[in-house]
């Protein structure tokens, strides 16, 4: 094997983000792009050599074109093995269950999530560590110091694999294993899942619909609802990976699925209604008439586990993203156990399941999953819901309702202000920042500040501390408002709102959430002077 080393100049701006590196999918086909954080993410892990590593991604553009690229960069730093989806094809969930089944040393998944694909779209990578789990900040760190200083990479100077039939072949002394993206996660699923029961429901009739957006998880929820539990074909809907998502945005929220949306609140609604994203790892769900929070499908999803086989003795605790709605929390007290808010983004989890701290974790964002794998599983939570309405056999609008009676409701909503320019974005912050410590006992459009702070996080596991995890500001009545900029997004700033409003068990629970968050829209709106900073207020994107 002839192996290339290529001498290259530090390329700025390739520092890892909430989840991996994002750019624009142009961006990644530069020249020595991709290869520069390939390299970089080798040495930042002392090396490839004699390494297995797990090698997928959602199928979006450049997907097979940055896998080829990956073969032989890894064979040139003398990597021992790679496993490949079929097709170039992972889900993020079934990477990570890849990567702990078969331990290996991590692995690379490609995908930009939910952003749209296409050549003019996203496109992104991330390495996941040995535990299966994102790379925490330590390493992306150590990853991006390397993209700061690196001189020179090293790939092979080899034809391209076949990634199409499953089966071992060699790049060099390097096994290239290819498989079938699907089988290993859905043994995965049969285990965790009492299957003879959900078949028992659908065979009673029950219907649902699922929409795998034209991304990845097409193939695993076919194989696994349509095929291992009997639902009728047409169940999946938009099931073949595509490029560019069918023009879409693979995002399972209101916004994006909004036909299915429709779909569930007409009178054709089947029982069940439900979503992933890009790479499967995000999950919308809908019953009939009843659209469910990510928020309360954690709260639900955690009060109701034991219906499950693999959550039947309980579990050891409950972790969400500090913006995520506090409605988990009321259930982990009700259970006496721990209760562990991070920041945003699915690498603070893996420390707390590793270390058994806790069993289910979730953020507002869509994400839900558990000690399973190191990633969120969209699968996963439709998999856990059909479970636990295979067991209680009501509706979702009625085991919501029934949720919200026992613990009370967290009116919740995200506003995102979407492509403001950065500067703008960044000064309302640092002004906000400011102005945190005077701001309780002051009141906004009638509502008074009680508490106001920036989120840092001390890890409970490794010590770790995490600063300027976003901006906090409590009201009484039990209402709070969260601030941060995203870190996923491409193109200018996007500013994230957070509004909660709990009311208890006595209260009305059937309000319009954007009814009962009007008050703190009004405060939020008040105290910011969002209209006059940054000219609208108006968000482009409410979930
Ligand atoms: C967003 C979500 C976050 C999620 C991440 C990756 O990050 O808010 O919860 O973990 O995508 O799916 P953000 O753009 O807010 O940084
Ligand atoms: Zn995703």
Redesign the pocket.
Known sequence: MKIDTISCKPIAGQKP???GLRKKTRVFMEPGYLENFIQSVFNAIDGAQGKCFVVGGDGRYFNRQAIQKILKMAAANGAAKVIVGQNGLLSTPAASNLIRKYKTDGGLILSA?HNPGGIDEDFGIKYNVPNGGPAPENITAAIYDQTCSLSEYKIADEPIIDLGSIGERKMGEMIVDVIDPVADYKALMASLFDFVHIRNLFAGGFTMVFDAMHAVTGPYAKAILEGALGAPEGTVINAIPSEDFGGGHPDPNPVWAKGLMDLMMSTNAPYLGAASDGDGDRNMIIGRNAYVTPSDSLAVLAANAHFAPAYREGLSGIAR?MPTSAACDRVAAKMHIGCYETP???KFFGNLLDADKVTICG?E?A?TGSNHVREKDGLWAVLLWLNILAERREPVKDILLDHWKHYGRDYYSRYDYEAIPAEDANKLVDDLRAQLDSLPGKSFAGLKVTKADEFSYNDPVDGSVSTGQGLRVWFEGDARVVFRL????TEGATL?VYLEQYVDTHGNHTQDPQVALKGVVAAMLEMTDLGNRIGRTEPNVIT
């Open positions: 983000g909430t989840s999530s993203s945003t983004g699915w953020e964002s994400g995203s870190g996923t997004g994230r």
